[in-house]
């Protein structure tokens, strides 16, 4: 039988069961999963997870996650030795992914507590390469004990550290960073997102590239401090009489700063020398945004 035969007879075929049988919607089976464990909001599946850590002998704490955000408070004074983390894991499908994928990625997502010497971890974990639809976020709520010195790192999403009298390091890469109460030295960078640190007592290092920098120092440090973004304002208040030696620079943008108390050299983008006799260096630099001295 020749080709144009064949489409012929298949086109006939076609058509007869067209005139005899009714046409009806076609339903796929799909597989059942359990909703044990998890609460399910639209496309996003949400998974809590508590965990009690236990630092009498750690000396500092690391908190990673990759997508999410970091919030440290101040334990609760009736567990001074203690660390509370709460875990939320959500995972979304979008138009390419399904439940099946959802929970298939789940079983690779986690939040692991390692210790290394005197260094306490806490890490989410999830897989280095995700399929098609499917997306992870875990956040991070942990409370721990205030004159523990502590690390926290964040991919996509915001840090927050509050009244910490230890050394305080935050990074982020895509988010904001905020700071507040926190008696020790601190450093804070993230690459696109706003730095802004309250009630600061000790040295400060603030740094983002897309972003602006607000600092409020309610003490005098004791050593140098810097500030810097490229493209965003910098403000700084400094507590009243304290003394500073100011190294302040920008390219475009305004320079806000008056003080009777200043001696030095002060050009339209440049201000250099010291307030109530000197002290320790503010360093502060933007390319493209004001700065303001209060």
Request: charge should be negative; include cysteine.
């Amino acid at each position: 039988m020749k080709r144009y035969e064949i489409v012929l007879v298949a086109a006939a075929v076609t058509a007869g069961l067209a005139g005899s049988v009714s046409w009806l919607p076609v339903t796929w089976a799909q597989p059942e999963f359990s909703t044990e464990g998890y609460e399910q909001s639209g496309n996003t599946y949400i998974w809590q997870r508590d965990i009690q850590i236990n630092v009498e002998e750690a000396q500092s704490a690391v908190f990673k996650t990759i997508n999410g955000f970091v919030d440290v408070k101040p334990q609760e004074p009736d567990a001074p030795n203690r660390i509370d983390v709460h875990a939320e894991i959500k995972l979304t499908r979008g138009l390419l992914g399904s439940e099946a994928k959802v929970l298939k990625v789940k079983e690779s997502v986690d939040v692991v507590t390692t210790r290394e010497k005197e260094q306490l971890r806490v890490e989410a974990v999830q897989p280095k390469t995700l399929p098609w639809g499917v997306s992870v976020e875990v956040n991070l709520t942990v409370k721990v004990p205030k004159e523990l010195p502590l690390e926290v790192v964040t991919v996509n999403g915001a840090v927050t550290a509050r009244e910490i009298s230890a050394p305080v390091k935050l990074e982020s890469t895509n988010g904001r960073i905020t700071a507040e109460a926190c008696a020790g030295p601190l450093s804070a960078q993230t690459v696109n997102g706003a730095v802004r640190v309250a009630e600061s007592r000790r040295e400060v290092q603030a740094e983002t590239v897309n972003g602006s920098v607000e600092v409020e120092m309610t003490g005098a440090p004791e050593k140098d401090s810097s500030l810097e973004t490229v493209n965003g304002a910098v403000r700084v208040r400094l507590p009243v009489n304290a003394g500073f030696t100011l190294d302040l620079e920008n390219k475009n943008g305004a320079m806000h700063f008056e003080s009777s108390a200043f001696t030095g050299d002060r050009q339209k983008h440049k201000v250099q020398g010291t307030i109530h006799g000197g002290g320790p260096v503010l360093r502060v630099r933007t390319v493209n945004g004001s700065i303001t001295v209060e």
